[in-house]
């Protein structure tokens, strides 16, 4: 079961909003918040296509059986800092599939702590320029990879897939029902918005889904979540929701862009940890509960009920330290 925590904060108690937040951060140590529902659909397909005689496998964190018939590598791509590839390094360890992580960027020694981390866990760390990355969803650098590689299976960017976005639909059914209900509008913060996708096809009687694109200029996202929501419509997979779709982003706290943060950031991050006791990552998370507070403030939400994703991310605290 999910735990979901109450935030006491003196502009919600004013305003007439009340606060929760899904501590999705605390699923896993290592395999973290949305992460793991990123990735758990994606390394089952990857287990029933190499081993068919576990085509019935369900993954669990807390049980991780292993699949010893499993001859391929999970090949992945992400930033040096990324949460994704420290994820995905960690689940290969726990289930014992060998991981390639193809990282955008120069080899810088010694290693940040992401992928020091990454590379302990017994993932391949393979360096690529910036301009090669960009062809990360191209066919022809797949063959490329397959050649080098040998068996892969490819998890996209951040888990953005209809894979990754089956496990995110399971993230609100993983609360009672019942109460997951009672939420007006769940909030979380976007990258590649699969998470948002997934949760959107969760919602059931109007609830509201808020975005909180972490990249400068996050409209952009929109036609990519539509794209998303067709595709995944389009396929057999499952559909926990009501379909009415209700989503919405808001693209003002992005802070300067991905990864950018200032003082007011920093501040907001320390004081909420010091009075609520919830430690915040500063690349996503705080910018979106930032983002919410804010807007309380501002009077946009009254007398509602808020969910507010902690999606995890806090390995990237280090790397903010070590910048
Ligand atoms: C901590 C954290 N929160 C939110 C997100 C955004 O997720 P998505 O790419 O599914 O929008 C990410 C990226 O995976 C993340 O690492």
């Given at each position: ?14 305003h007439?909003v ?8 605390l699923i ?6 949305n ?12 287990i029933?296509?190499n081993?068919?005689?576990n085509s ?9 059986q ?6 391929g ?13 420290y ?6 360890k726990l289930?014992?599939?060998p991981?390639?992580g ?8 010694p290693?940040n ?5 990454a ?10 320029s910036?301009?090669?990355?960009k ?25 953005c ?11 609100l ?6 109460t ?8 979380l ?14 919602t059931?009687?109007?609830q509201q ?9 996050g409209?952009?996202?929109?036609s990519?979540?539509?794209?998303l ?5 389009a396929?057999?997979l ?7 779709l ?14 950018k943060?200032?003082?007011?950031l920093?501040?907001f ?5 010091q ?6 990552d ?7 509960f ?17 969910l ?6 806090i390995?990237?605290?280090q790397?903010?330290?070590y910048?």
């Amino acid at each position: 079961m999910l735990l979901i925590q109450p935030i006491h904060h003196p502009s919600a108690t004013q305003h007439h909003v009340e606060l929760f937040v899904l501590r999705l951060d605390l699923i896993h140590p290592l395999v973290s918040g949305n992460k793991w529902f990123k990735l758990k659909y994606n390394l089952q397909t990857a287990i029933s296509q190499n081993c068919p005689q576990n085509s019935s496998i369900n993954l669990d964190l807390n049980h991780p059986q292993t699949c010893p018939h499993f001859r391929g590598k999970i090949l992945t791509f992400g930033g040096a800092y990324s949460n994704h590839i420290y994820a995905t390094a960690a689940a290969g360890k726990l289930f014992h599939l060998p991981t390639i992580g193809i990282i955008r960027g120069e080899e810088h020694l010694p290693l940040n702590p992401t992928l020091d981390f990454a590379q302990s866990q017994g993932m391949q760390l393979v360096y690529v320029s910036r301009e090669i990355y960009k062809q990360k969803h191209t066919p022809a650098f797949h063959q490329e990879l397959t050649a080098k590689f040998g068996d892969i299976f490819i998890i996209p960017e951040g888990g953005c897939n209809l894979d990754g976005i089956r496990g995110c639909t399971e993230i609100l059914a993983k609360i009672k029902t019942e109460t997951t209900e009672q939420f007006d509008i769940i909030c979380l913060a976007c990258g590649t918005a699969t998470t948002l996708v997934g949760i959107t096809l969760s919602t059931v009687k109007n609830q509201q889904v808020m975005g909180f694109p972490v990249l400068k200029g996050g409209e952009y996202l929109k036609s990519a979540i539509n794209d998303l929501l067709h595709q995944y419509l389009a396929s057999n997979l499952p559909v926990p929701g009501d379909k009415s779709l209700n989503w919405q982003l808001v693209c003002d706290y992005h802070f300067g862009g991905y990864g950018k943060i200032n003082q007011e950031l920093l501040h907001f991050q320390k004081e909420f940890a010091q009075t609520q006791g919830i430690t915040l990552d500063y690349i996503y998370t705080a910018k979106m509960f930032y983002g919410v507070i804010d807007l309380i403030q501002q009077g946009f939400f009254r007398h509602c009920r808020l969910l507010l994703i902690h999606t995890g991310g806090i390995q990237g605290n280090q790397g903010i330290a070590y910048m």
